[in-house]
């Protein structure tokens, strides 16, 4: 383990952006018997980025963190274009953090011209996000098993917050035998509840608003179901209902499946996951949460 929590006092983090240095600088960690946490980012860091650091510091000797944005997981009508993007803020929030090293390629480090070969995970990936977003969990499943392939660490720290991609990667992950531990962490969440997203930022003070009643649907449908309410179609009514209070949020959809899996419950009788997502304003946002 890390066992050091004062930042302050780590080495100077090193930016890199060749893929065979990352590899080679990972490789000498583990040879001199270091353990390696990966902390794969878009950028556009918060709090929930952050705290996957804190958590892979405190279990590996070395920290990488990765910095890129992805073009092949987002459609062709999708924000790319409009990604936020403060590399210089991004970096001094990581080096704030005691991260080791931080990993920014460019699109053709990550991308050979002539690139055709892509990750399909399968079922998994086949509902939920991925009918709103058909290439999205092909473009993920990719670019996280290259990242592994130039990284090869000992633990990779995912957030919560992102569920079905979780299960994508964790699936991935076993089919393909990567030798790699997942760590899911708690999702990071504002004041009012809303989880932490770099889309947030997306947001006008309305929208921002009006966002909460994500969280606010997900904290009544916990409620309902403590209260004694068994049946998944009448908590997503109860839900609709609440969200319905504010209307710059478009459903588009609330779903409630066995944990560690998308299989649809018919019943809540033991501990269940509720994903929703919807549009707020020009946004789309995802939440989850454990209920039962």
């Known amino acids: 383990m890390n066992g050091n929590t004062n930042p302050a006092s780590q080495p100077t983090m090193q930016v890199i952006s060749s893929g065979d240095e990352l590899r080679r600088s990972v490789r000498d960690a583990q040879r001199s018997g270091l353990s390696v946490g990966l902390v794969p980012t878009m950028g556009a860091l918060h709090r929930g980025h952050l705290s996957l650091l804190d958590a892979a510091r405190a279990e590996c000797n070395e920290t990488v963190a990765t910095i890129f944005v992805n073009p092949t997981q987002f459609g062709p009508s999708e924000d790319i274009d409009k990604y936020p993007c403060d590399l210089e803020s991004d970096l001094q929030l990581l080096r704030q953090h005691g991260c080791d090293l931080v990993f920014v390629p460019s699109v ?43 990284a090869p660490a000992d633990h990779i720290y995912l957030g919560q917050k992102d569920y079905q991609q ?28 809303l989880a932490m997203s770099s889309r947030n930022s997306y947001l006008n003070a309305e929208e921002r608003q009006q966002a909460g009643a994500l969280f606010e649907s997900l904290q009544l449908a916990e409620r309902v179901a403590v209260a004694g309410e068994r049946d998944p179609r009448v908590l997503a009514s109860r839900m609709r209902q609440q969200l319905a209070t504010a209307p710059l949020v478009e459903l588009e959809y609330i779903a409630f499946v066995a944990p560690g899996s998308i299989t649809p419950v018919e019943r809540i009788d033991g501990p269940t996951v509720v994903a929703i997502a919807a549009q707020v304003g020009q946004t789309r946002l995802i939440d989850n949460s454990l209920i039962g």
């Open 108 to 150: 053709a480090e990550m991308y050979l011209p002539g690139h055709d070969t892509w990750v399909e995970v399968g079922e998994v990936a086949n509902c939920l996000e991925g009918l709103v977003r058909p290439i999205h969990f092909r473009g993920v499943a990719t670019i996280v098993l290259k990242l592994l392939m130039i």
């Open 166 to 193: 979780t299960l994508i990667i964790q699936k991935m992950i076993a089919d393909l035998n990567i030798p790699v531990t997942v760590r899911i962490c708690p999702t990071a969440r504002e004041s009012d509840g």
